[in-house]
């Protein structure tokens, strides 16, 4: 009996589905280097046993030819026997019927003698052996072709439209950072550039502008804050004079939160350089910002909205900013900013005006610089495109329209808010997720209600944001998540992008956004900076039937995330919405 228990329990285990281990990137490019240098040191093995059978070749057929040489020099040392005239012979040759002036036999060449034949075999072999088959990562800079940079891009998903004269980043000591920058950067401690950063700050750094096309969370606010101090070590310092003609750079975000997460990055390397970096954003004082500023600003980081405030104002100009960033401009435009940005774009200094002429020529610089960054590009951004930067290189990092690959993406359709809280409390009180966590709703009348489901039953501490929050209860939200404090931020999509966040672990849609865009930057709050997460989305079939086609694809194109059948075949994840509506009407 002991005996069959055994064999049933071995039958068990030899049943048991693994779930398969997907591999890091990082992983999977070490495998694929390990790969490719087997196949190399295989490939070199055979050229060298090529080689050497050549050789053996060649040695015996010059032993050959000494040999006949030696031969013949035997031969020639004999007297030589004269052949005996033959009166008749004339008649016994064979006679052509061509006259013998028109016999070319005796001018026969051969067309390949054995000599060149070997000649070419050698050519052939030689050229084989000297190609350079090493790693782009194993070359010196000077060495590196073509080849090697299509091959850079490909590692790191690079990509361009249009052709691009700047190769990107290998390291960051290949570039032409200064020094004291460079210093900063290895202070901080970052030790390799991200793939936006390798392409974007080549070329910023020649003064040429930049539309970079990214996923969030690839590292985008370093790709301009670098070329920006690069931009500032070239320029005078500000004294009592010139620090009331404004910032030297100019740094647009849609959110007060983006706002403080950029500048929170940049005092990091300013507190360094001996710069002044001032954000201004609506919820504080307009004296408070006049007060900032008061002493000069080389970085001015700024929302459209309390930027305008200052510029009617006259709290502040901008006659020196000739760098411009703009990030998430696709995001600006979706809030209504259009006008804003436009007014703002208008405001700045060009080199081509008078004015703007004077100043560049102190300043000595020679053009403006705009760096723009988006992850779509509406009609709107296309348009701001064409009319404010000059002849832009467009750098595409990876697919900004899916949701990074460290995301393990789950859905679960619910019936009713019943049945949504029962599973919300389940993941919540099962610890599988470590704090801290974010759980995003479309109304700000959830939020509260949430809040209270939570507290009341799991130990967990959460805290809200909103846009009915002042900014100084937001700020203090985000910190306190930051620091341990509370466990779980629950927020509308005000805090969907550039809340910045280490280690959140899991991501919770407890309503799902309307729109695709906006569930790619919620989901992308976690799984940051090389790390993996997960993301929870509750669904109800009638009222998310909008976005559940692109829901599926975007899922579908995960590799970390498995779509359910529910999912796959519900009728409105089988068509496009706008044809969906079509055929309903």
Not at 413 to 429: A, G, H, I
Request: aromatic share 6%; net charge positive; glycine share 4%.
């Amino acid at each position: 009996m002991n005996a069959n228990d055994g064999g049933d329990d071995d039958d068990d285990d030899a049943f048991k589905i693994v779930k398969p281990t997907f591999l890091k990137k990082s992983k999977r490019q070490k495998l694929i280097k390990e790969k490719a240098n087997k196949l190399k040191e295989e490939e070199l093995m055979k050229k060298q046993q090529l080689v050497e059978s050549i050789k053996q070749k060649k040695a015996k057929k010059l032993l050959l030819e000494r040999q006949i040489s030696t031969n013949a020099i035997s031969d020639s040392q004999k007297p030589v026997k004269k052949p005996r005239a033959n009166r008749d012979s004339k008649h016994k040759k064979f006679a052509f019927e061509w006259n013998n002036e028109d016999d070319t036999s005796s001018d026969y060449q051969p067309l390949v003698a054995y000599n060149s034949v070997d000649s070419g075999i050698q050519k052939s072999l030689s050229k084989k052996l000297n190609w350079d088959d090493k790693h782009w990562t194993e070359k010196s800079l000077d060495e590196m072709t073509s080849r090697d940079w299509r091959i850079l891009k490909e590692d790191f998903e690079i990509g361009s439209k249009g052709s691009i004269a700047e190769n990107p980043l290998r390291s960051w000591k290949e570039s032409q950072i200064p020094e004291r920058v460079l210093g900063v950067i290895d202070l901080l401690g970052y030790k390799q550039p991200t793939p936006i950063q390798r392409a974007a700050i080549p070329i910023a750094l020649n003064n040429k502008d930049v539309l970079g096309i990214a996923e969030t969370g690839s590292g985008k606010t370093l790709s301009f804050v670098v070329p920006l101090l690069s931009y500032l070590n070239n320029l005078p310092k500000l004294n009592s004079k010139t620090k009331n003609d404004g910032p030297y750079g100019l740094i647009l975000a849609p959110t007060r939160e983006l706002a403080q997460q950029i500048h929170l990055e940049v005092t990091k390397f300013t507190k360094h350089l001996r710069y002044n970096a001032v954000a201004i954003f609506g919820g504080h004082q307009l004296e408070t910002n006049a007060f900032d500023m008061q002493d000069g600003v080389e970085i001015l980081i700024a929302t459209p909205g309390r930027l305008l405030d200052c510029l009617d104002r006259k709290i502040l100009v901008l006659n020196q900013c000739f760098y411009l960033v703009m990030d998430e401009a696709d995001r600006m435009i979706d809030m209504g900013f259009e006008e804003q940005v436009n007014k703002i774009l208008s405001a700045l200094p060009k080199i081509q005006t008078t004015f703007g002429s004077q100043v560049a020529r102190r300043l000595k610089i020679k053009r403006n610089i705009t760096m723009m960054y988006t992850a779509t590009m509406p009609p709107a951004i296309e348009k701001m495109t064409s009319r404010y930067l000059d002849r832009p290189n467009t750098i595409v990092i990876g697919n900004p329209e899916k949701a990074a690959d460290t995301v393990e993406q789950k859905v679960e359709f619910v019936t009713n808010d019943e049945m949504k809280n029962r599973k919300l409390l389940d993941v919540l009180s099962s610890r599988k997720y470590r704090p801290p966590i974010i759980i995003f709703v479309n109304y700000k009348k959830t939020i509260e209600a949430l809040h209270e489901l939570i507290e009341s039953n799991t130990k967990l501490k959460s805290v809200v944001i909103h846009g009915s929050k002042s900014q100084d209860q937001r700020e203090y939200a985000i910190k306190s998540l930051r620091n341990g404090k509370y466990d779980i931020l629950i927020a509308t999509d005000v805090a969907g992008r550039g809340i910045d966040i280490p280690n959140i672990s899991l991501v919770i849609n407890y309503q799902m956004s309307k729109n695709i865009e906006d569930y790619v930057h919620r989901i992308g709050r976690t799984g940051r900076a090389g790390s993996t997460g997960t993301a929870i989305t509750y669904l109800n079939g009638e009222d998310d039937k909008a976005v559940l086609y692109d829901l599926k694809n975007m899922i579908g194109k995960s590799q970390l995330s498995r779509c359910p059948d529910e999912l796959k075949r519900h009728p409105a994840a089988m068509i496009k919405p706008n044809q969906f509506k079509a055929i309903n009407d």
